[in-house]
T-cell receptor, first 114, second 115 residues
Framework: EAGVTQSPTHLIKTRGQQATLRCSPI?????VYWYQQALGLGLQFLLW???????NRGNFPPRFSGRQFPNYSSELNVNALELEDSALYLC?????????????FGPGTRLLVL | QQQVKQSPQSLIVQKGGIPIINCAYE??????FPWYQQFPGKGPALLIA?????SEKKEGRFTISFNKSAKQFSLHIMDSQPGDSATYFC??????????????FGQGTILTVHP
């Protein structure tokens, strides 16, 4: 069974640009979660999508947004990039069965903002 | 109230030793507590998880101890090996309220196991 996949693996942007990160969940999983792992700040929850709807949002500004497609893949968009947005962005997915609590992570997209 | 505090920040043990990593939380709504292992350049991988209705859970060499009254939980790694050298994160979530679906992570512990 393939795990969570993310693309691209690395992304370099300049301040003020927009970044788009993509995630494909494990087959059969309907929930997708996004986290930011910045140096020294640990893993911070960004967004949760389930069945195409945003279910919960972390303490991030509105320029962080996303969506979930009918095939359950997801996209994270970061507008007006700032230097402090440089981080590893992790996507996770979970199954619709049970309590949906176990989240499985992908390898991440490393975003560098210059 | 949403924080999970993890200690120590780093830990060095010899092969065969038993490293212990501790976490504490404030939010009594948390009802699921997973531990993740992360190697450099990789995403976190789920190791083991516990609910507050049990005080201990073992899976292979990994054991979680849970103290609901103290709002603390810890990870023990038995017979540690150099391959266990990684960063370990505790986390917590709930099945309702503002924490629903959101994993709140500790700051991480960098474990080094010397041969």
């Amino acid at each position: 069974e393939a795990g969570v996949t993310q693309s691209p693996t690395h992304l370099i942007k300049t301040r003020g640009q927009q970044a788009t990160l993509r995630c494909s969940p494990i087959s059969g999983h309907t929930s997708v979660y996004w986290y930011q792992q910045a140096l020294g700040l640990g893993l911070q929850f960004l967004l949760w999508y389930d069945e195409g709807e945003e279910r919960n949002r972390g303490n991030f500004p509105p320029r962080f947004s996303g969506r979930q497609f009918p095939n359950y893949s997801s996209e994270l968009n970061v507008n007006a990039l700032e230097l402090e947005d440089s981080a590893l962005y992790l996507c996770a997915s979970s199954s619709p069965t049970g309590l949906q609590e176990t989240q499985y992570f992908g390898p991440g997209t490393r975003l560098l903002v210059l | 109230q949403q924080q999970v505090k993890q200690s120590p920040q780093s830990l060095i043990v010899q092969k065969g030793g038993i490293p212990i990593i501790n976490c504490a939380y404030e939010n009594t709504a948390f009802d699921y507590f997973p531990w993740y292992q992360q190697f450099p350049g990789k995403g976190p991988a789920l190791l083991i998880a516990i609910r507050p209705d049990v005080s201990e859970k073992k899976e292979g060499r990994f054991t979680i101890s849970f103290n609901k009254s103290a709002k603390q939980f810890s990870l023990h790694i038995m017979d540690s090996q150099p391959g266990d050298s990684a960063t370990y994160f505790c986390a917590a979530t709930s099945h309702g309220g503002t924490s629903y679906g959101k994993l709140t992570f500790g700051q991480g512990t960098i474990l080094t196991v010397h041969p």
